[in-house]
């Protein structure tokens, strides 16, 4: 049996400006999408895929975000805004969906 296929995940329009809105407002527009993009994005897809989740809808966004927790350098913008969304989503976790395409 060759590797499994990647599953891609996203995250919906309004999870993605929950998303955006919660974070530090000393981050730019570039930064915030920055950090959603080659931060944020990657590490779903990486986690999603390992724990093998195949519905199309999950709401564990804060489970993963503990995983990339340990991944980002402390005291970082990264660590920051991971920080502030993690509050966020805490407050609404029904409200933070993952979705996979």
Avoid: W
Avoid at 6 to 14: G, Q, R, V, W
């Amino acid at each position: 049996e060759g590797p499994k296929e990647m599953k891609e995940f996203s995250l919906d329009t309004a999870t993605t400006r929950r998303v955006l809105d919660s974070l530090p407002s000393s981050m730019s527009q570039e930064q915030r999408r920055a950090f959603l993009e080659d931060t944020l994005l990657p590490a779903l897809n990486i986690h999603y895929n390992r724990l093998g989740v195949d519905d199309a809808r999950t709401d564990d966004l804060l489970f993963c975000l503990e995983e990339v927790e340990e991944e980002v350098e402390e005291d970082s913008v990264e660590a920051e805004a991971l920080e502030a969304v993690m509050k966020a989503a805490e407050g609404a976790p029904a409200q933070f969906k993952v979705q996979h395409n």
